[in-house]
């Protein structure tokens, strides 16, 4: 089922503006994930933000936790165009076990130049 | 460094034949080891996991078969393709559970 919803599902902005993208989630976590994947190749991991975090930074990249409303957020900040990509969000289960991530549809992120 | 690998990277194959998909992991001890299936403007579908040698959980009830024949390889198979089995197979591994997870670059598949 899915667990991660990414909103928007597409967003093209100007190359230097900031990118924001959303992402939802319907059962407790132990930590979310950003990855990133370019077209036809596999993903890259950005972020992981733990449970009790609410707030996490990695160079341009700006990620928040809201667990009370089963939400988080990434941002890109002064965007490149290099940052084409598609966005996901990814959440383990919160038995911990090994069972891998539960992935969203994703966000399809253009910077225009 | 840990490095992760997967062939071939493209694949057509007709309906009704079989399958193997090739995963290895290099750099690594007992990795935990996954494979999903990604649809064209899709999210990632967990197919199965692996915590070990000769163990498998399945999520999903499918055509598919999954084997880890040594510790740092993973194997996806079929024995008999179906038009919907087509789509983007990606090789992931983690050292926990929970935690982050590295992708192989994934293999295209067509069935036809």
């Given at each position: 089922?899915?667990?991660?919803?990414?909103?928007?599902?597409?967003?093209?902005?100007?190359?230097?503006?900031?990118?924001?993208?959303?992402?939802?989630?319907?059962?407790?976590?132990?930590?979310?994930?950003?990855?990133?994947?370019?077209?036809?190749?596999?993903?890259?991991?950005?972020?992981?933000?733990?449970?009790?975090?609410?707030?996490?930074?990695?160079?341009?990249?700006?990620?928040?936790?809201?667990?009370?409303?089963?939400?988080?957020?990434?941002?890109?900040?002064?965007?490149?165009?290099?940052?084409?990509?598609?966005?996901?969000?990814?959440?383990?289960?919160?038995?911990?076990?090994?069972?891998?991530?539960?992935?969203?549809?994703?966000?399809?992120?253009?910077?225009?130049? | 460094?840990?490095?992760?690998?997967?062939?071939?990277?493209?694949?057509?194959?007709?309906?009704g034949?079989?399958?193997?998909?090739?995963?290895?992991?290099?750099?690594?001890?007992?990795?935990?080891?996954?494979?999903?299936?990604?649809?064209?403007?899709?999210?990632?579908?967990?197919?199965?996991?692996?915590?070990?040698?000769?163990?498998?959980?399945?999520?999903?009830?499918?055509?598919?078969?999954?084997?880890?024949?040594?510790?740092?390889?993973?194997?996806?198979?079929s024995k008999k393709l179906?038009?919907?089995?087509?789509?983007?197979?990606?090789?992931?591994?983690?050292?926990?559970?929970?935690?982050?997870?590295?992708?192989?670059?994934?293999?295209?598949?067509?069935?036809?």
């Amino acid at each position: 089922s899915q667990q991660g919803e990414e909103d928007p599902q597409a967003l093209s902005i100007q190359e230097g503006e900031n990118a924001t993208m959303n992402c939802s989630y319907k059962t407790s976590i132990n930590n979310l994930q950003w990855y990133r994947q370019n077209s036809g190749r596999g993903l890259v991991h950005l972020i992981l933000i733990r449970s009790n975090e609410r707030e996490k930074h990695s160079g341009r990249l700006r990620v928040t936790l809201d667990t009370s409303k089963k939400s988080s957020s990434l941002l890109i900040t002064a965007s490149r165009a290099a940052d084409t990509a598609s966005y996901f969000c990814a959440t383990d289960r919160s038995g911990g076990g090994a069972d891998g991530l539960t992935f969203g549809k994703g966000t399809h992120l253009i910077i225009q130049p | 460094s840990q490095t992760i690998h997967q062939w071939p990277a493209t694949l057509v194959q007709p309906v009704g034949s079989p399958l193997s998909l090739e995963c290895t992991v290099e750099g690594t001890s007992n990795p935990n080891l996954y494979w999903y299936r990604q649809a064209a403007g899709r999210g990632l579908q967990l197919l199965f996991y692996s915590v070990g040698i000769g163990q498998i959980s399945s999520e999903v009830p499918q055509n598919l078969s999954a084997s880890r024949p040594q510790d740092r390889q993973f194997i996806l198979s079929s024995k008999k393709l179906l038009l919907s089995d087509s789509g983007f197979y990606l090789c992931a591994w983690s050292l926990r559970g929970p935690d982050t997870q590295y992708f192989g670059p994934g293999t295209r598949l067509t069935v036809l």
